[in-house]
Nanobody, 115 residues
């Protein structure tokens, strides 16, 4: 059974930082590309970043490029999202995602950026 569990969300002031983590189980983690998505209230879910199986290639949405960093630890089966210089518009529920025969999503972790 594929399980994804996000953690690390919270309330932060504009310009602050947060580090999200996703713990994965139920599949051979090192063989799959991992993704972060987010969904703001009233908006569609949007792709944020993804990382290659070895972790040497990361791709970012333009809205987060230069501020967010995705990383993975194939020994621990985790994928992280370091978020710096946070903006109010980064407020959203953040989800970990993997495709293993079908779509799998975590339950999400809330990030709120507000002064």
């Amino acid at each position: 059974q594929v399980l994804l569990a996000e953690s690390g969300g919270g309330l932060v002031q504009p310009g602050g930082s947060l580090r999200l983590s996703c713990a994965a189980s139920g599949f051979t983690f090192r063989n799959y590309v991992m993704y972060w998505y987010r969904q703001a209230p009233g908006k569609d879910r949007e792709w944020v970043a993804h990382i290659s199986v070895t972790g040497n290639l990361a791709t970012y949405a333009d809205s987060v490029k230069g501020r967010f960093t995705i990383s993975r630890d194939n020994a621990k089966n985790t994928v992280d999202l370091q978020m710096n210089s946070l903006k109010v518009e980064d407020t959203a529920m953040y989800y970990c995602y993997v495709y293993v025969g079908r779509d799998y999503w975590g339950q999400g972790t809330q990030v709120t950026v507000s002064s």
